[in-house]
T-cell receptor, first 115, second 115 residues
Framework: DTAVSQTPKYLVTQMGNDKSIKCEQN?????MYWYKQDSKKFLKIMFS???????INETVPNRFSPKSPDKAHLNLHINSLELGDSAVYFC??????????????FGSGTQLSVL | AQSVTQLGSHVSVSEGALVLLRCNYS??????LFWYVQYPNQGLQLLLK??????LVKGINGFEAEFKKSETSFHLTKPSAHMSDAAEYFC?????????????FGTGTRLKVLA
């Protein structure tokens, strides 16, 4: 039973389209995250939610809008997709607020290709 | 802000040889450091973490890392490489800004194990 699952695994779309990526965790964790991994494998946090409340919002274009209907789900909607949005997007979760010794649990990623 | 630097984006070792992956940190306070591994087409998994309890930290799959304050380093080692160790390895530090914790990841080191 997968701890952090995200769908779809692959997403190929045209520039200008709107798409969503879904994430669910069954670990009972309070905090969920979205990370973006670029083609050079650089991993950068985008958003973090704790109990459905946004706590981290990095300098991400407002075309990206996270939504957390409950603490087990964190979805990412992207409007007007651009070529530069092509990357692997990872969902992750942690028990608390990602404090100093907390472990992150990652999903297997969604590879987004914008044509 | 805290940061980590991984020296060497690619490392190749022969099967059975010592694995050494380098990570240096920059922090004005005692850091909390982590090593994560990413196998192809998967999310990241925690290998080990340093939280000031002991300077030599043992992780999964025979990996260990030593925290050296004088060198601001947290290098990852394994005495004998296996083919299954081929993966991308990320060093990370837990950074607290404005009361919120977040992970800052290094740029990753791809480990190749030669038969």
């Amino acid at each position: 039973d997968t701890a952090v699952s995200q769908t779809p695994k692959y997403l190929v779309t045209q520039m200008g389209n709107d798409k969503s990526i879904k994430c669910e965790q069954n670990l009972g964790h309070d905090t969920m995250y979205w990370y973006k991994q670029d083609s050079k494998k650089f991993l950068k946090i985008m958003f973090s939610y704790n109990n459905k409340e946004l706590i981290i919002n990095e300098t991400v274009p407002n075309r990206f809008s996270p939504k957390s209907p409950d603490k087990a789900h964190l979805n990412l909607h992207i409007n007007s997709l651009e070529l530069g949005d092509s990357a692997v997007y990872f969902c992750a979760s942690s028990q608390g607020l990602g404090a100093t010794n907390e472990k992150l649990f990652f999903g297997s990623g969604t590879q987004l290709s914008v044509l | 802000a805290q940061s980590v630097t991984q020296l060497g984006s690619h490392v190749s070792v022969s099967e059975g040889a010592l694995v050494l992956l380098r990570c240096n940190y920059s922090s004005s306070v005692p850091p909390y450091l982590f090593w994560y591994v990413q196998y192809p087409n998967q999310g990241l998994q925690l290998l080990l973490k340093y939280t000031s309890a002991a300077t030599l930290v043992k992780g999964i799959n025979g990996f260990e890392a030593e925290f050296k304050k004088s060198e601001t380093s947290f290098h990852l080692t394994k005495p004998s490489a296996h083919m299954s160790d081929a993966a991308e390895y990320f060093c990370a530090v837990s950074d607290r800004t404005s009361g919120t914790y977040k992970y800052i990841f290094g740029t990753g080191t791809r480990l190749k194990v030669l038969a």
